[in-house]
């Protein structure tokens, strides 16, 4: 599995786009790495950039930004709200895939002995790169910022981890360092005053304010944990926003902060107007979100994820200032392979259009898992119906959990349509590697082997899937609203045949894998799935048509 980190740099400059997009150009330039996302702030004066790649990948596309900036960016002529101290103000290195936090906190030292012997840059590490706990803290090693860094670092105590212990005028200094994921993210308040801000900010972040008690000077802290806050006014709105940066999402979720805000806002009779979040977002922070306010308002959560982030937005005034692009926002819809949901992006009729071209696939595999992803759908209806139904209050949270289990059924019938079609592919593309020499022979005979129990395992996953949502559909034809049964009918009869169909292709493929112990345990273990769909069909059916009565 190849390990994936993230960069999310932030460099001194907001204003001037050609400036940004010299820095960003640097990261495209290297192989391996992939941009997300560029946020530029102008009254910040500030860009806040993220990009993926492998470790050695990511490592040599911040090092020529970094490079860049203090190429391009002159801090002696800097102003921007946020507080900085160089040209690259922080460069932090996120384990994302199959890399530890300890391997991650390497690179960072790696990349930041680099930038301090080769651009002869004072570097700071702060966090989990920071081998010394006394200056880790990345807002104690900025305390001062630009204007105080000339005197910080003349004080042996701050001597810089890397590169000379001289006053850069130009460049200024830079903080790299190893850290979980973050979320940057500002609450925008009805009032122009920063002292407000600041005392609400107080309220809520984790390290509170000092306050006097009996002549002595104690801390007291703020409500929310794994967080940090300042207030600040941002002429560009005309507005005072709580600048937050959510250090841990969970122990402290965006939308908890937001609520957390709300209140004490309230409070100092300040009203919240909306928010926005800088740089990219974790899909789960928005959909665990929209089920929050979804459940303050006693709705069903079994919607799909992009009701979920669309109710997460509304609810927070996530578009406010600026339009809210999931596409753009979320990690994962930045990752994820186009190609891999091919088929379930297509319209309706461009879906049935292209099974009956004279392409093989998609093929009954795809079409097995697909019907059962509309058996399991109406079966989510009803439970939706019947957590709204007018009298049946009390039990919208029984018919919420019945839909958010059918969703999770769905969505994996939705992607093994793709997975399945894919398995095809790999068929056909093994079978047309050379096979002139012997070593070529053995390597196309694997290659078709594993590519067969690719295409015997994901229409087994079909079967499994489909059978299990069965449970949501008979519970939704015994107590859901009545006046939807037939659809939970109709619900099972999808479901039944996404389970027989799957099973066909399991068998069919199974004809081509030599390992037979594996044959056979795969079709004992079909046959006995598709022994208890028949049953579950029939008890369901049973169930409707007696509700029907005619």
């Known amino acids: 599995m190849q390990q994936i980190i993230e960069c999310v740099p932030n460099f001194s400059e907001g204003n001037d786009l050609n400036v940004i997009k010299q820095i960003t150009d640097q990261i495209e330039s290297v192989e391996g790495v992939r941009l997300l996302n560029v946020d530029p702030g ?33 801090m002696s002529k800097h102003k921007g709200e946020h507080p900085r101290m160089g040209a690259t103000d922080v460069c932090p290195l996120i384990p994302i895939s199959n890399i530890s936090m300890e391997e991650t906190a390497k690179y960072a030292q790696q990349l930041a002995k680099r930038v301090g012997e080769e651009l002869q840059l004072p570097v700071y590490l702060y966090e989990a ?3 010394d706990k006394n200056r880790n803290n990345l807002s104690v090693i900025r305390a001062g910022e630009y204007e105080g860094f000339f005197k910080k670092i003349k004080d042996p105590q701050w001597k810089p981890d890397f590169g000379p212990a001289e006053f850069d005028a130009k460049r200024g200094g830079t903080v790299i360092g190893a850290r979980d994921f973050l979320v940057a993210y500002n609450v ?52 005072a926003q709580i600048s937050i940066n959510l250090t841990n999402i969970n122990v402290t979720p965006v939308h908890v902060a ?59 005034g996530l578009d406010e200032l600026a339009t809210f692009r999931p596409e753009e926002r979320i990690i994962e819809y930045l990752l994820k392979d186009k190609a891999d949901r091919k088929l379930v992006s297509m319209s309706l009729s461009d879906f049935a259009d292209e099974t009956a071209s004279e392409s093989p696939a998609p093929g009954g595999g795809s079409i097995a898992a697909y019907v059962g992803s509309l058996g399991i759908s ?11 139904k007018k009298g049946w209050d009390e039990r ?55 590519a067969t129990k690719f295409a015997i395992e994901i229409p087994f996953k079909v079967m499994q899937a489909a059978y299990g949502s069965m449970e949501v559909i008979k519970a939704m034809a015994e107590t859901g609203n009545p006046n939807s049964v ?34 056979g345990n795969v079709i004992a273990k079909g046959k006995e799935i598709e022994d208890k769909t028949r049953v579950l069909e029939e008890q369901i059916l049973k169930v409707v048509n007696e509700k029907i009565g005619l």
């Open 486 to 519: 037939s659809d939970a009918g109709v619900g099972a009869l999808c479901a039944r045949s996404s389970v027989m169909g799957a099973f066909m292709n399991v068998r069919i493929n199974a004809a081509g894998y030599n390992d037979k112990a594996f044959v």
């Open 378 to 388: 109406l079966a989510n209806m009803v439970a939706n119906l019947s957590s709204h």
């Open 188 to 239: 925008n308040l009805n009032t122009t005053s920063t002292r407000r801000a600041n005392a609400i900010a107080f309220d809520v972040r984790e390290a509170g304010r000092n306050i006097v008690e009996n002549g002595v000077k104690v801390n007291k802290p703020g409500s929310l944990k794994s967080v940090k806050a300042i207030g600040w006014y941002i002429e560009e709105y005309g507005i």
């Open 396 to 450: 919208w949270e029984e018919f919420s959990n019945w839909a958010e289990k059918g969703e999770q059924y769905k969505n994996e019938l939705l992607r093994l349509v793709d997975q399945d079609t894919k398995a095809f592919n790999q068929i056909m593309l093994a079978f047309s590697l050379p096979k002139s020499t012997e070593e070529e022979k053995t390597i196309r005979l694997k290659a078709i082997q594993d």
């Open 42 to 74: 102008k009254a910040t004066n500030r860009t806040v950039v993220t990009f993926v790649g492998n470790p050695e990948a990511v490592v040599n596309a911040a090092f020529l930004a970094i490079k860049k900036a203090g190429e391009l960016i002159d």
């Open 258 to 316: 937001f609520d957390e805000v709300c209140r004490k806002a309230e409070a100092r009779g300040i009203r919240v107007t909306g928010s926005e979040l800088v740089g990219l977002v974790p899909l789960k922070s928005l959909t665990d979100a929209g089920k929050y306010f979804l459940r303050k308002q006693q709705r069903s959560t079994g919607v799909s994820e992009k009701e979920l982030v669309k109710i997460a937005v509304k609810s927070m």
């Open 129 to 131: 790169a920071q081998p």
